[in-house]
Structures are given as structure tokens and as C-alpha cells.
């Protein structure tokens, strides 16, 4: 059964990059025809797409983010990451990482770590 | 872009049908036949329910069926349970090479 986990390290200040991995069990994440993906959701708000990446380092991401995202994979390790720079407030969320098929749906899910920005 | 538009909130009775929609535009929802929803409970991570606007995952009730007409997409619960009261969110693919969710609608079993 794949898992995916979430890990970071806890609360982040304004104006710092946040960073996040995502490590897969239970397969491997260099299998064709997935991406693998970030989504983010506010307290008490809604889902956010925030990109996906391909095991060969292929990445799309969210055109209101696109300038402080970045996404990388490690297939040795059999992990992928998120780097959200320049932080504020309004970056605080629970942080989900999935599986991303190719009809761009999310069939795996980690369990969603809540990330804080706060001074 | 813009969330795909949803109702906040949508009810029923046990037993009975409901419909959440989901509103787009021709370059996500009407344009491609990659819309998704998923099921949040509170404290949980979303749950894919239906793909490619009508397929259930393997072990998804059959009382879950999705449809699509134009720019708008719909999930049917059928057979209304208490297990099924939880929040849902459509999702899409859009003519950006870019993914977009649902606003997310608030499910209430009377």
C-alpha cells in the first residue's frame, strides 16, 4: 500500500522559506505516468493546488505562486520537496503532499502537516 | 486562476439524493475530461471519490457517480448516509497546463 509522509521543521518566520518533504513507501516514486504534488489548505479554507513534479525533475506550478515555489524530487531517497519562499501569514496551512495520476487526480495522500507562519 | 466555482453548502434527508456542481469555464471543466472530486472529513486528508469526471476509484461507493454538462460538473450522492456528511471539492485540469479546485461545498445530512 503506498504511504506518503510529510516532514518539516515546525513553525517558520516572515520573509523565511518554507520547506517541506514528502517521502514515499510502498513504491517507487520514479514509476511513469504519476507526478507527484503539493496542495495546501488554509484553516478553515479551502484546497490550493500548489505544483507537481515528474521523477525526472518535469515541474508545473500554480501561476499565483509560480514565483516563490520550488519543487525538486530525489529518487534515491525516494522523496520530493517543497521550498515556498519569502513567507507570510497568509502561508499558514495544513501542507498535503499526493500522488498526481496522469488524469490529474490525487489517488494518495500523506496525512497534511500544518505548517505556522508567525513571528 | 480561479477556483472552479461550488455551493457552500448542499443538504439532505437520509436516504435522499443530492447534487454538488461545479462551475467553470470552457478552458478547465468544459474543456477536458479530467475533473475530480474528493471528500475531506474534519481533521482528514481529502479522498479521491470520483476521476475523469465519471470513474470510481476501486473500493468508492456506487452511490457516488459524477457527470458533466458544458462547464459544469456534478457529483450525485445517492442514498444519502450520516458517514457521508463532510466537505467535497471538485477539481481540474485547465487549458494553462495547470490544476484548479473546487470553492468546496459543506455536505449536512439532516
Known amino acids: 500500500q503506498l504511504q506518503l509522509q510529510e516532514s518539516g521543521p515546525g513553525p517558520v518566520k516572515p520573509s523565511e522559506t518554507l520547506s517541506l518533504t514528502c517521502t514515499v513507501s510502498?513504491?517507487?516514486?520514479?514509476?511513469?505516468?504519476?507526478?507527484w504534488g503539493w496542495i495546501r489548505q488554509p484553516p478553515g479554507k479551502g484546497l490550493e493546488w500548489i505544483g507537481s513534479i515528474y521523477y525526472s525533475g518535469s515541474t508545473y506550478y500554480n501561476p499565483s505562486l509560480k514565483s516563490r515555489v520550488t519543487i525538486s524530487v530525489d529518487t534515491s531517497k525516494n522523496q520530493f520537496s517543497l521550498k515556498l519562499s519569502s513567507v507570510t501569514a497568509a502561508d499558514t496551512a495544513v501542507y498535503y503532499c499526493?500522488?498526481?495520476?496522469?488524469?490529474?487526480?490525487?489517488?494518495?495522500w500523506g496525512q497534511g502537516t500544518l505548517v505556522t507562519v508567525s513571528s | 486562476q480561479s477556483a472552479l466555482t461550488q455551493p457552500a453548502s448542499v443538504s439532505g434527508s437520509p436516504g435522499q439524493s443530492i447534487t454538488i456542481s461545479c462551475t467553470g469555464t470552457?478552458?478547465?471543466?468544459?474543456?477536458?475530461?479530467?475533473v475530480s472530486w474528493y471528500q475531506q472529513h474534519p481533521g482528514k486528508a481529502p479522498k479521491l471519490m470520483i476521476y475523469d469526471v465519471s470513474n470510481r476509484p476501486s473500493g468508492v461507493s456506487n452511490r457516488f457517480s459524477g457527470s458533466k454538462s458544458g462547464n459544469t460538473a456534478s457529483l450525485t450522492i445517492s442514498g444519502l448516509q450520516a458517514e457521508d456528511e463532510a466537505d467535497y471539492y471538485c477539481?481540474?485540469?485547465?487549458?494553462?497546463?495547470?490544476?484548479?479546485f473546487g470553492t468546496g461545498t459543506k455536505v449536512t445530512v439532516l
Open positions: 499526493a500522488r498526481e495520476s496522469s488524469s490529474s487526480s490525487f489517488d494518495y
Open positions: 510502498g513504491g517507487s516514486i520514479s514509476r511513469s505516468s504519476y507526478y
Open positions: 477539481s481540474s485540469y485547465t487549458s494553462s497546463s495547470t490544476l484548479v
Open positions: 470552457s478552458s478547465d471543466v468544459g474543456g477536458y475530461n479530467y
